[in-house]
């Protein structure tokens, strides 16, 4: 992964280079704890709830439910995203064998959770006048995506 260093121009860190979900170093945390997951669709539900049940959504969370939300886009709607991890296609195609079709609600409440005022992830990337718009419109097509 090259980049220049974290892209929050304000005071928090923040370990992304670019707006996409797999732009972060946190978002390959999430990835490999879902590979690695014995339960996945049990996993994916904690990670949306873990969002969608608090006044205030932590950036760890809010990456854990994009990353979430990002596989079951590429499962069920075989959306493409930019991700330095080689086998990343191969291994959503795998996951055809489990229905998440029952998640995706969580997972569009979950990114309206991660857009609202209330979350952290938001607050840092607003700070980011450059990208912010570009950022919040990947995952608001994400959103709509998993609304279908």
């Keep these: 992964r090259s980049r220049s260093g974290p892209i929050d121009k304000g005071g ?13 170093d946190t978002a390959y945390d ?7 997951s014995l339960d996945i669709i049990a996993d994916m539900e904690r990670y949306f709830d873990e969002v969608i049940q608090v006044e205030y959504v932590g950036y760890d969370e809010a990456q854990y439910a ?6 079951i ?10 991700c330095d991890d080689d086998d990343y296609f191969e ?6 064998c489990f229905d998440f079709s029952p998640l995706k609600q ?5 990114i309206g959770a991660i ?7 938001r607050e840092l990337w607003e700070e980011n006048e450059e990208l912010y718009e570009a950022w919040k419109e990947d995952k608001l097509s994400m959103q709509k995506r998993l609304q279908q």
Excluded: C, H, P
């Excluded at 999430?30 to 690695?36: P, S, W």
């Excluded at 590429?74 to 493409?80: A, D, E, F, K, Y």
């Design 12 to 24: 928090g860190y923040m370990g992304a280079w670019n707006y996409g979900v797999f732009d972060d």
């Design 30 to 36: 999430a990835l490999t704890g879902l590979k690695n």
């Design 66 to 71: 994009l990353v979430s939300a990002a596989v």
């Design 73 to 82: 886009d590429s499962v069920i709607n075989g959306s493409l995203y930019r």
């Design 91 to 96: 291994w959503t195609s795998s996951q055809k």
């Design 106 to 110: 969580k997972a569009v409440t979950a």
């Design 115 to 121: 857009l609202s005022d209330n979350s952290e992830l």
